[in-house]
């Protein structure tokens, strides 16, 4: 009797965690739960943080914030200096060019499937669903957003799905990144009579609307040439087993 019951469990287990694994229609509802519930959680958390900031610890949150407000108004001085000189610059040659990008900090709640962790579900209030962001981790690109069902999902540099414009080495050789559900990604579509080479840097072009110009992607490890075009297989420089905030950067146009 007793081992006719552990076979039961044993198969009831099993079929579970197979239905989870693999049936979207279990799986979909089952993580939508758990965002929910994981969502509420921080909020009581940082809720309660707050709170107890608020109370005990106000003196040593005052002077911090009169320390990071001093070095905030210093650095914000230097960036009008320099903004003043680019807008100087442009007025000098009647250059109609404009630049506004913006970053927003954004809080990963979950992976969209179990066992696949290049996509994760992003906490984004007030979220815009007809625009694809950026995603950045400490100054590196680190994948896109895209709009699912109404919310934001991320889709990570290897994504195969994840795809925005780059530029490559001391030639701005352009190219479009994607990813291929590896430890590289690939740039596509680089002209053919562009020199590039392995140790160029990959940056960020800003022409998809997507990224501002020059944030950091990758390395190139290996070019080919095919269909009259070169590819590049790059080693990006995100690479976090352990994500939990990002930065959404989009430009305005």
Do not use: C
């Amino acid at each position: 009797m007793n081992k006719e019951l552990f076979s039961f469990l044993f198969v009831f287990i099993a079929l579970l965690v197979g239905a989870l694994y693999f049936s979207d229609l279990i799986q979909n509802p089952f993580i939508k739960s758990l965002n929910s519930i994981k969502t509420s959680y921080h909020k009581s958390i940082k809720f309660t943080q707050n709170t107890i900031d608020k109370h005990f610890f106000q003196a040593q949150t005052i002077k911090k914030l009169k320390e990071e407000l001093q070095e905030y108004e210093n650095n914000h001085l230097v960036m009008q200096q320099l903004a003043s000189e680019v807008h100087d610059l442009f007025q000098e040659n009647k250059s109609s060019l404009k630049s506004n990008p913006s970053a927003q900090l954004v809080r990963v709640i979950s992976y969209e499937k179990f066992g696949n962790f290049n996509r994760l579900w992003i906490d984004i209030p007030d979220y815009n669903a007809s625009k694809i962001y950026g995603l950045a981790y400490k100054e590196v690109v680190a994948g896109i957003i895209i709009p699912k069902n109404n919310r934001p999902l991320a889709l990570l540099n290897k994504d195969i799905k994840s795809t925005y414009a780059v530029q490559i080495g001391a030639s701005e050789a352009p190219g479009i990144a994607q990813g291929n559900n590896s430890e590289n990604i690939i740039i596509k579509y680089i002209p053919a009579w562009l020199e590039i080479k392995k140790g160029d840097e990959v940056t960020t072009s800003g022409l998809d609307n997507i990224f501002f110009k020059g944030l950091k992607v990758g390395k190139v490890v290996s070019v080919s040439k095919s269909n009259g075009f070169q590819d590049a297989i790059v080693i990006p420089y995100y690479n976090s087993n352990d994500p939990s905030y990002f930065h959404m950067t989009r430009t305005k146009r």
